[in-house]
């Protein structure tokens, strides 16, 4: 089992920052893609972000060029840099990892943009 769990979510104002964090219990070497995803009750679950094994990197048009997605090997631990937060970014965020056909899901961690 790959066990996920995310933290460094919060309250911003609009135009603010937050990175999240997810860190792995096993080798995310071992792990095909590695991903953030959001749920919200206005747009419901999207995938926000993705990385694979070897770098490639996705993201959804509603974060590109706000949003960076990166990942710590040695750390097993992966990145969502979040800004310029707008308040239809509000949702709680997911870490998830692909590993041998399945999927894996951290618990989440809420992020709130308003004023």
């Known amino acids: 089992q790959v066990h996920l769990v995310e933290s460094g979510g919060g309250l911003v104002q609009p135009g603010g920052s937050l990175r999240l964090s997810c860190k792995a219990s096993?080798?995310?070497?071992?792990?095909?893609?590695m991903s953030w995803y959001r749920q919200s009750p206005t747009y419901g679950r999207e995938l926000v972000a993705d990385i694979t094994s070897d770098g490639s990197v996705n993201y959804a048009d509603s974060v590109k060029g706000r949003f960076t997605i990166s990942k710590d090997n040695a750390a097993n631990t992966l990145y969502l840099q979040m800004n310029s937060l707008k308040p239809e970014d509000t949702a709680v965020y997911y870490c998830?990892?692909?590993?041998?056909?399945?999927?894996?899901w951290g618990q989440g961690t809420q992020v709130t943009v308003s004023s």
């Open positions: 998830n990892a692909l590993y041998r056909y399945l999927r894996y």
């Open positions: 096993g080798s995310i070497r071992s792990v095909a893609t």
